[in-house]
């Protein structure tokens, strides 16, 4: 499963380039790939995702549990998409950072959680968009039909506005450097390059294409990659408590999960 010819190496060290050119190659030239029956098919990641979840609204029981975890989110997109600055503040404004719109609600206004985060794990293939909380188990339904909403809304009912674009670009942008602060956080950088093929200007260019991204791209970005029915929420909690109030949700009936942990 692990060959050469498929691996970059990245060192980041206090030492003359020849110098950990040398130590590479004593360490890794003997390495060959072994011959294996195993069929693996390195493009499967890659194929798109069902039209529709599996799972609308799944339960994984836990009695007695005093709070929910709950998770929305669907595969979304690649990490090679031209919108992904769009992303990046789109997600900031939607559960990214502490003055979100999430968290001012659940957390802030309705007092339904600690915080509440959203992300885009974006990868070769099409990767996932989710937002994740703890809640407690009364206001398990009252929560997620908060998150949905708010969801729905920057999608369709509420875009982001001029003001929210550049509150978000300042986060973003003044927080970019202290990704590049210690020799691991370079090094995870430079692998970045490499698994996605991105140019060798990229961090430099990254600031000033983010600069450039206008609400109306964040609001297009938010219609095409946050589609609320093809969404899975998925909850952890004591289902005897909440079962009750799940089909105010709109949802479908909840189907019971049996994770084999």
């Known amino acids: 499963m692990f060959a050469p010819g498929g691996s970059t190496l990245v060192i980041v060290g ?17 390495w ?64 990214g950072d502490f003055v979100s719109r999430l968290n001012l609600n659940l957390r802030e206004a309705k007092g339904y959680t600690y915080g509440v985060r959203t992300g885009f794990s974006l990868r070769r293939g099409i990767g996932p968009f989710a937002m994740h909380t703890s809640v407690a188990t009364d206001v398990t339904a009252a929560a997620l039909q908060e998150a949905h909403a708010e969801i729905h809304a920057i999608a369709n009912g509420r875009p982001a506005t001029p003001a929210e674009v550049a509150e978000a670009f300042a986060s973003v942008s003044k927080g970019y450097p202290r990704g590049f602060e210690t020799a691991g956080q370079v090094a995870r950088s430079v692998a970045q390059l490499a698994l996605h093929n991105l140019p060798d200007t990229y961090f430099e260019e990254f600031v000033p294409k983010l600069a450039r991204i206008t609400a109306d791209d964040v609001s297009a970005a938010a219609r095409q990659y946050l589609t609320t029915g093809k ?22 009936p909840h189907q019971v999960l049996t994770p084999d942990l």
Not at 16 to 28: C, G, N, T
């Open 14 to 30: 206090d030492r003359p380039e020849q110098e950990l050119l040398d130590v590479a190659a004593k360490i890794f030239d003997p």
């Open 32 to 95: 060959r790939a072994a011959a294996s029956t195993m069929a693996i098919d390195r493009d499967a990641a890659l194929l798109p995702p069902p039209s529709l979840p599996e799972v609308k609204i799944g339960v994984v029981s836990r009695p007695g549990a005093a709070q929910s975890e709950l998770r929305i989110g669907h595969a979304c997109a690649p990490r090679s998409t031209p919108d992904y600055p769009a992303l990046l503040l789109l997600n900031t404004i939607l559960g």
């Open 231 to 252: 969404m899975t929420t998925i909850i952890v909690g004591d289902l005897d408590k909440i079962q009750s109030s799940l089909p105010a949700l709109g949802l479908g």
